[in-house]
């Protein structure tokens, strides 16, 4: 069978339900049938690298969640009510962060946002038992939000910290931690709603 992709780009820092159900719409109004329905929570920001005492704008606050927590609920919940009516199996896999479960310097925005979805997801478990939901944590993986923690972070131990690990070439590829996460799908191990985390530090 001949595989297809298409793509559909969306501004996430400004969420719109109605926006999103039409996509849905689109996508599956295509006059095919379908036994899995996927999606994987992975657009976000790391956010101002900042001591927590300096975020004081509710402006800042706001983008932040708007991109990083309300589009990721809203498009889930879209998502879900829109497959659940004819999609036996669907699965949900949210890209967590070991910053969502342990505190690190400047990183007020970004671990406060993956701690708050993991436990939406969580509950989300809790509620929705047929659907498998898996929470996972990719490691430090040399992407360009990983050079802006280096670059931008005001947190001197911080800094040093991702420096060593891309100096000592000890952080992840993307290939690397993907391959991890499809591993741990195929498998199956795991209880719906769990956090499994590449280097099982949570």
């Known amino acids: 069978m001949e595989n297809h992709t298409t793509t559909y780009v969306r501004d996430l820092s400004k969420p719109n339900i ?3 159900k039409k996509l849905i ?9 379908y036994n899995n329905a996927i999606i994987f929570h992975n657009a976000g920001q790391v956010g101002a690298l900042v001591n ?11 983008n932040y969640y708007d991109l990083n927590l309300f589009s990721v609920a809203l498009l889930n919940s879209t998502f879900l009510e829109k497959c659940k009516e004819n999609i036996p199996n669907i699965y949900v896999i949210n890209i967590s ?3 969502g479960h342990k505190p690190f310097a400047n990183m007020a925005l970004y671990g406060s946002g993956k701690a708050a979805r993991d ?3 969580s509950v ?33 131990d911080l800094k040093a910290q991702f420096q060593e690990m891309k100096s000592n070439a000890t952080v992840l590829t993307t290939k ?5 996460l499809f591993e741990i799908l195929e498998s199956g191990k795991y209880k719906s709603g769990d956090l499994v985390d590449y280097f099982d530090r949570v």
């Open 97 to 99: 962060s070991l910053c």
């Open 119 to 121: 436990l939406y997801f």
């Open 52 to 62: 927590a005492v300096k975020l004081n704008r509710l402006e800042t606050w706001q």
């Open 124 to 156: 989300l478990a809790t509620e929705e038992p047929d659907i498998n939901i898996l929470k996972y944590c990719p490691g430090p993986v040399d992407t360009a939000m990983f050079n802006e923690v280096i670059d931008n972070a005001q947190n001197i």
């Open 25 to 33: 719409d689109e996508i599956l109004n295509d006059g095919k049938s």
């Open 176 to 180: 690397q931690t993907i391959e991890k």
């Open 18 to 20: 109605e926006d999103y």
